[in-house]
T-cell receptor
Framework: DTGVSQDPRHKITKRGQNVTFRCDPI?????LYWYRQTLGQGPEFLTY????????KSRLLSDRFSAERPKGSFSTLEIQRTEQGDSAMYLC????????????FGSGTQLSVL | GEDVEQSLFLSVREGDSSVINCTYT??????LYWYKQEPGAGLQLLTY?????DMKQDQRLTVLLNKKDKHLSLRIADTQTGDSAIYFC??????????FGAGTTVTVRA
């Protein structure tokens, strides 16, 4: 396993459409995180899973956003009724629970909402 | 806004040392991290330091931590063109959450 993979790398959509992103973490990692990064800023925490349980959600995650990790392996992030303000890089990361929490990030999905 | 602050830009000559500085606000942070991001890519973990340490060295990288001033620095020795990237400082804000600075863009000139 070479790392965290995300699909697609780029997504262009029209305002109002729904989009879904996928993340495959490092196989033995039980924690999975979603972050959002806008131009010129550092990543901001959105949500995280411990195995299949979603344990924390940021207030940045509006009702239009939903994330799942059904079998404790891969995760999906869906955005409904996209808005131009949703345009950003969506980063997935994974880690092993406990201790220093080294997060390993994927290459991200760049979303552009027109 | 961020609780972690970094200078935005650094220009350095190839072969010189680079020093990237960061200040953070949460005195209870247990771990502090440095990540590197190249254009169009995700974040690569470079190194991290536990809060009870003052210094950590890893090959060309040296991390210095001043807990009293809540100041963290990353020194890159013998900077190369491949070191050109954005460097992010991050603190472990909670068990599950990292808080990142806005990043320092490092440009290495020949």
């Amino acid at each position: 396993d070479t790392g965290v993979s995300q699909d697609p790398r780029h997504k262009i959509t029209k305002r109002g459409q729904n989009v879904t992103f996928r993340c495959d973490p490092i196989s033995e990692h039980n924690r999975l995180y979603w972050y959002r990064q806008t131009l010129g800023q550092g990543p901001e925490f959105l949500t995280y899973f411990q195995n299949e349980a979603q344990l924390e959600k940021s207030r940045l995650l509006s009702d239009r956003f939903s994330a799942e990790r059904p079998k404790g392996s891969f995760s999906t992030l869906e955005i409904q009724r996209t808005e131009q303000g949703d345009s950003a890089m969506y980063l997935c990361a994974s880690s092993l629970d406990g201790g220093n929490e080294k997060l390993f990030f994927g290459s991200g999905t760049q979303l552009s909402v027109l | 806004g961020e609780d972690v602050e970094q200078s935005l830009f650094l220009s350095v000559r190839e072969g010189d040392s680079s020093v990237i500085n960061c200040t953070y606000t949460d005195s209870s942070s247990t771990y502090l991290y440095w990540y590197k991001q190249e254009p169009g890519a995700g974040l690569q973990l470079l190194t991290y330091i536990f809060s009870n340490m003052d210094m950590k060295q890893d090959q060309r990288l040296t991390v210095l931590l001043n807990k009293k001033d809540k100041h963290l620095s990353l020194r890159i020795a013998d900077t190369q063109t491949g070191d050109s990237a954005i460097y992010f400082c991050a603190e472990k804000e909670a068990d599950y959450k990292l808080s990142f600075g806005a990043g320092t863009t490092v440009t290495v000139r020949a």
